[in-house]
């Protein structure tokens, strides 16, 4: 089992992350979808947003569908108590968003 992440703002560089690497390995042209996550106000709908794009990108065309460093992304995900979002952490997530390299290739 995965080490819980403590640090919200490492929680959702990973989180952000893993999104945009999902997309970008699917369906390139609907990365901006993950720019909706700075409307998330907690970490919940976050993950709820995180199951929504494992849902719909994270099937057939995901090439990492069955990759370990996948599973292990994904638990770190879940693994995060709710917190409220703050206008900061926002900011971070679309900061985040600029990042182009995927811990999803590099784990």
């Known amino acids: 089992m995965p080490k819980q992440i403590d640090d919200l703002n490492e929680w959702l560089f990973v989180t952000i992350n893993t999104m945009k690497a999902i997309i970008d390995n699917s369906s390139r042209e609907d990365v901006h979808i993950v720019m909706k996550a700075a409307e998330c106000s907690t970490t919940a709908e976050l993950q709820r947003m995180y199951d929504m794009i494992q849902g719909k990108y994270g099937r057939e065309g995901f090439s990492y569908r069955n990759n370990p460093s996948y599973y292990y992304l994904s638990s770190l995900v879940a ?29």
């Open 79 to 107: 693994r995060y108590p709710d917190v409220k979002l703050t206008e900061e952490d926002k900011q971070s997530i679309l900061n985040f968003f600029e990042i182009s390299k995927f811990f999803l290739y590099k784990i």
